[in-house]
């Protein structure tokens, strides 16, 4: 059993987008027992009710499915039909607890389906209304960041590679000026460095 008014922080991301707004109100009812005055929390929920009065989301599901399939209708992921973003700020409010600021941003899409919600406790300091934001260009920034991510990876594999091949060049002259008839052989740990030993009358550590 986790105390009252014990927790610091809370985190929820691409889970909670898939349950109903019942479901939603009932977790911020308890997180706010369990929230500290001064605590906070992020939650990734569902924005998709925002665009339930359009045309195509009164279409009957078989209807539906097929116009999605055919791609004429972007698809919903399973999000929940019948979450928003001002639901979940009411929610805030109905509970105790203040909506520092939002960001509706899209998903594998155009539409601004998910929110991602910053909230805290009674006891956070907040001047003025939370803004909302709303971002129709995150899926290509997370696209970038990924972009940059492996970029760095590979840098970082490269400089390993080159790294080694002159651990191991150095290593094998150094046997041959040691009238090294013996053979080399290399023992390679792989963390953030490699090392090579050399089997002749002295070792040697190439970094």
């Known amino acids: 059993m986790i105390p009252d008014k014990s927790i610091d922080f809370v985190f929820s991301f691409d889970s909670l987008v898939h349950v109903s707004r019942e479901i939603v109100e009932t977790y911020l009812g308890q997180l706010t027992e369990k929230l500290k005055d001064d605590g906070a929390g992020f939650i990734h929920h569902s924005n998709l009710g925002e665009y339930a009065p359009s045309i195509a989301e009164r279409l009957p599901r078989r209807a539906r499915k097929l116009l999605t399939k055919t791609k004429i209708l972007e698809q919903d992921h399973q999000r929940a039909r019948d979450m928003?973003?001002?639901?979940?700020?009411?929610?805030?409010?109905?509970?105790?607890?203040?909506?520092?600021?939002?960001?509706?941003?899209?998903?594998?899409?155009?539409?601004?389906?998910?929110?991602?919600?910053?909230?805290?406790?009674a006891g956070f300091q907040q001047t003025g209304a939370g803004d909302v934001l709303r971002n129709a260009n995150f899926m290509r920034e997370a696209q970038l960041i990924a972009i940059g991510r492996k970029r760095t990876a590979e840098a970082k594999v490269a400089k390993l590679e080159l790294r080694w091949r002159c651990a191991k060049t150095s290593c094998s002259r150094r046997c041959d000026r040691r009238r090294s008839a013996l053979a080399c052989t290399y023992t390679l740990t792989c963390t953030l460095h490699f090392q090579a030993r050399c089997k002749c009358k002295r070792t040697c550590r190439c970094k």
């Open 84 to 121: 928003t973003a001002e639901l979940f700020r009411s929610f805030c409010a109905a509970h105790g607890l203040k909506c520092v600021c939002q960001e509706l941003v899209n998903w594998r899409g155009r539409r601004l389906i998910d929110c991602f919600t910053t909230f805290a406790g």
